[in-house]
């Protein structure tokens, strides 16, 4: 007979794992700015991807109404943020990262928003008012308290709450190493999680994928350099005791295209988005 999984726990020791690192965490006392090098960089590829047609998006704008206030949970360079604005009375953009905000504030300006406040807090210690809607877009990676960051969300929202989550495949190369590794397929928190996590919370909340996956989302220059990166995916970096495994499983799965090795598995995103009574 197979144990329950405690999905709130497997979100944490996984946030755990992925924060060790870091240098890819966002600002905190003490520790330096990831994007501080990556923000620009980070506004022009979502701008490359919202010239394309995405049916979460579309719902997301269909769905919201017009003179109506939103939270824009990890608003980043403001994508959201500004496309709210064009269609809400108030947009409350939540961004501890100061290199994001900075961004943010020449987009905003670009834009000539004049309803966009930021807050600077992280989620979700952050204190808002309550706002209709209550959004957050890829900006829950580091909360190791996800039963907390929703619950946050449903205190600030009247009226719905989304989602937008990454979706892995379950035949990504990473995916293989976890099962043989950790005995469970995921490597950092995602959409299964979630899902089972709001779940276990008595939320039964409606769900939209992205139509098209990303493919071959991780290229590599070596199978060294492959080996380091998913050794470091894993907080494996301090021990070698998996190492043939995972050459083998490297060696047997990644594929040659030019001068790089590309990760097989693709993802999309899960749209999760909920009512409120």
């Given at each position: ?121 992280k989620w ?87 139509e098209s ?65």
């Amino acid at each position: 007979m197979q144990t329950i999984t405690d999905w709130a726990v497997l979100w944490r020791e996984l946030v755990e794992v992925r924060c060790g690192n870091k240098s890819k965490g966002i600002e905190t006392n003490g520790e330096t700015d990831y994007w501080a090098v990556e923000a620009r960089n980070y506004d022009q590829r979502v701008k490359s991807k919202w010239a394309r047609l995405d049916v979460s998006r579309q719902f997301v704008f269909e769905t919201i109404q017009p003179n109506s206030t939103i939270i824009d949970i990890g608003a980043g360079t403001g994508a959201w943020t500004i496309q709210f604005a064009k269609k809400m009375t108030k947009v409350t953009a939540v961004e501890p990262s100061s290199a994001m905000r900075e961004v943010l504030l020449e987009n905003i300006k670009e834009e000539n928003s004049g309803n966009i406040e930021i807050v600077t807090d992280k989620w979700p210690q952050v204190k808002v008012p309550v706002h209709d809607y209550v959004f957050c877009s890829h900006a829950m990676y580091e909360c190791d308290d996800f039963v907390k960051f929703v619950t946050r969300m449903m205190e600030c929202a009247r009226k719905m709450c989304f989602l937008l989550i990454r979706a892995p495949s379950p035949d990504g190369l990473i995916t293989e190493a976890c099962r043989h590794i950790w005995h469970q397929p995921h490597d950092s928190p995602n959409f299964t999680i979630a899902y089972n996590i709001l779940l276990q919370m008595g939320i039964n909340a409606n769900v939209r994928f992205e139509e098209s996956d990303r493919q071959h989302y991780i290229a590599c220059e070596s199978e060294e350099s492959a080996l380091h990166e998913i050794k470091e995916r894993m907080g494996l970096l301090g021990t070698s005791e998996n190492d043939d495994y995972l050459r083998d499983l490297l060696h047997r799965r990644l594929i040659k295209q030019d001068d790089q090795y590309i990760w097989p598995g693709s993802r999309r995103s899960a749209l999760i988005y909920w009512t409120l009574n």
